[in-house]
C-alpha cells in the first residue's frame, strides 16, 4: 500500500476515536435540548470544571486514574446543579433569549472563577494510558485515543439503553415530544428536567476527564473551545437528534484529522466554522434532521 494512502487511512482511524469524543460532547448538547428546547452554553464550563475537581484529590493524594475520573463526574453534576437551579429553573416561561442569555454568564462565572483559582496557568494532568502508540497492523494507535473511544461506545450504550428501555427515559421522550400531554398524565416536568441535567451533566465529567488526558493538561480556555466544538456537532447532526450528534462527531474528527495532515494544525478550528456555515446554508435542519433524542 503506498505510504500517502497509509498516512491517510490512520488520520482516518485518529478522526474517528478522537471524533467520538466530539460526539460525546454534542450529545450532551443534544439531549438537553431535546428534552427542554433550550440550549445551555454552561455545558462546556460543566466539562471543564468536572475536569479541574478531579485534579484535586490527584494533587493531594496522587490517587489512581479511575478515582480521578469518578472526582470529574462528581464535580461536573455538582456544577450541573447550579447551573440548573441558576439558569433554568426560575426563569418564566415565554421568554427564549433569557437561558442562552444566563448560560452564556454562567460560562463566564465559571471560567473566571478557575482563572482566578489557577492563576489561569494549565495544570499538568495524569496520562494514566501511557504515551508510547500501539501497533496495530502498518498504523500507530494512540492508547487515549482509543481509550476515547471505548468509552464513548460504553456511555451511549448506557444512554440508548437508557431512553429506550427504562420508565426515565419513556417520560423523557414524552417530555421531548408532548410536554403539556406528558404533565396531565402524571409527569413531572421538574423532575425530569433535573435528572436529565444529573444525566449530561454525570457524561459531562466523562468527557472533561478523557479531553484533558488527550491533551495532557487542563487549561481554563478550554470552557469556549468545548462549547465550539459541541454547537458545531449539534448543528450539523440536527438539533434534536443523538443519532445525529454521534454522526457529526464522527465526521468532524475525521475532517479535522485529514485537514491537519493535509493542511496544518492551524486549519483544524477554522475548518470546524466553515463546516458550521456549509451546513447552515445547505441543509438548516442539520445531516439526521430535527428530530427528538
Sequence with gaps: MPRILLDATEQLLNGLMYGSLYALIGGGFTILFGVMRKLNLAYGSTIM???????????????????????SIAGAVAVGFLVELVCFRFLRKGHELAPLLTTIGMLIVIDEAIVHATGAVGLEYA????????????????????????AALVCFSLIFFLIHRTRLGRAMRAVAERPQAAQILGVSLRRINVLTFALTSALA????????VSVGAA???????LTGKGLVVTVLGGLGSLRGAIL?????????FETMWFLGTSYRD????????????VRPAGLAGARAT
Design 219 to 225: 487549561r481554563p480556555e478550554m470552557a469556549v473551545w
Design 205 to 212: 465529567g466523562v468527557i472533561g476527564f478523557f479531553a484533558v
Design 270 to 281: 477554522i475548518l470546524a466554522f466553515l463546516l458550521l456555515f456549509a451546513i447552515l446554508v
Design 49 to 71: 470544571a468536572g475536569a479541574y475537581v478531579s485534579l484535586i484529590p490527584f494533587y493531594l493524594f496522587g490517587v489512581p486514574a479511575w478515582v480521578m475520573l469518578l472526582s
Design 127 to 150: 496520562r494514566p494510558f501511557g504515551e508510547e502508540s500501539l501497533a496495530w497492523g502498518p498504523f500507530l494507535v494512540r492508547p487515549d485515543y482509543l481509550a476515547i473511544l471505548v
Design 248 to 256: 457529526g462527531g464522527l465526521l468532524l474528527g475525521v475532517l479535522e
